[in-house]
């Protein structure tokens, strides 16, 4: 029986945003206008450097999920904080935004803090991240709810946890439950880094256990090793129902079985692209989830992307049950 419409798996960090000059960036020693991923040593002396820090919860996944919330679907989110300050703020905010968080903050001195990405904004708009993997990037078979993933007509995972043992054996698990209770399991590939470090499992992934893949163009190309996107998708094509290729300006290609849509995107300077992807994946899986057409499901896609890249953050600033009905897309 479907209890959530939508369940994401990913790493769960806090986005922890303060403001420092390029003095303070300095003598910190922070590389400005990049992310790095740091220690724990190093992420705690960060931030209680932070003195006007602004808390969000955060996560490529759980901001998807986040933002299928704000069109009406119900949804749940697993994964693994510590049960400390920031862990319980997390747990908190996300329930607060209509998202269940089935996962009880763990507790105990072997945890790892909970993760946190501590993001410096110089006066010229520069945004410095220092991302500490902590307890997300620990997620394993242990914190994967049985009844909440068999309970899910979608399940949407995050690559970046396929990047430990842990999180291969979780999304086995994950994707077993969801097809048992009548679901469909998806992934999105996240990063051509993790896949090329991953590659052969990725492929054996997508192959034998994912119903929909999302990836982007230097994704798709990194796991076939091509440089022909349209050989990739039909790699991809001939063994997963449905694949979706996002290339920044130019339009969506989704693929499923002899169908196919190309998706125009409309060209714009954006303010801040961070959550493109993410929200794209919230209105496409909308769309998926309430049986609109492949085309529909990539514009409703696009339409949310649009949203989040005209203001700072990678959430919407509003419903997006309200963009998509001021886009005529409801």
């Known amino acids: 029986m479907t209890q959530y419409d939508l369940v994401g798996i990913g790493n769960a960090i806090v986005d922890v945003i303060s403001h420092g000059d390029d003095s303070f960036l300095d ?11 740091v220690e724990r040593e190093r992420a705690e002396l960060l931030y209680a ?10 996560g490529s996944v759980a901001n998807t999920i986040a933002g299928a919330a704000t069109l009406g679907l119900k949804t749940a989110f697993l994964g693994k904080v510590k049960d400390d300050a920031l862990g319980r703020f997390y747990v908190e905010a996300m329930t607060h935004e209509g998202t269940a968080f089935p996962n009880a903050p763990v507790a105990g001195a072997a945890i790892a803090p909970t993760s946190r990405s501590m993001i410096f904004v110089s006066p010229d708009g520069e945004r410095s991240m220092n991302t500490y993997l ?10 994967v709810d049985p009844e909440v993933a068999g309970g899910a007509g979608l399940l949407f995972l995050e690559g970046y946890l396929y990047d430990k043992a ?8 994950a994707a077993s439950a969801c097809h048992a209770g009548g679901g469909r399991a998806g ?10 470090r991953h590659r052969a499992d990725f492929q054996r992934l997508i192959a034998e256990e994912m119903d929909y893949v999302i990836g ?4 798709w190309l990194a796991l076939y090793q091509t440089d022909d996107i349209e050989a990739a ?15 920044s300006g130019d339009p969506v290609i989704l693929i499923r079985g002899e169908e196919r849509a190309e998706v125009p995107v409309r060209r714009v300077t954006p303010v801040d692209a961070t959550g493109a992807g993410d929200q794209f994946a919230a209105g496409f899986l909308y ?16 339409a949310a992307a649009a949203e989040v890249i005209r203001h700072v953050g990678p959430r919407p600033a509003r419903s997006l049950r309200e963009v998509f009905a001021e886009a005529g897309l409801l």
């Open 49 to 58: 450097a932070m003195r006007d820090r602004v808390q969000a919860p955060g």
């Open 233 to 247: 998708l039909a790699q991809a094509a001939a063994v997963c129902g449905t694949v979706v290729c996002t290339r």
């Open 134 to 143: 902590g307890a997300g990037a620990d997620f394993d078979e242990d914190n």
């Open 287 to 302: 769309g998926l989830a309430t049986g609109q057409s492949l085309e529909m499901s990539g514009r409703m896609g696009v």
């Open 216 to 219: 982007n163009r230097e994704e």
């Open 27 to 37: 003598n910190m020693g922070i590389e400005k206008g990049i992310m790095q991923l």
């Open 166 to 173: 842990e999180g291969k054996r979780a999304f086995t698990a």
């Open 187 to 196: 992934i999105t590939l996240s990063d051509p880094f993790c896949v090329d």
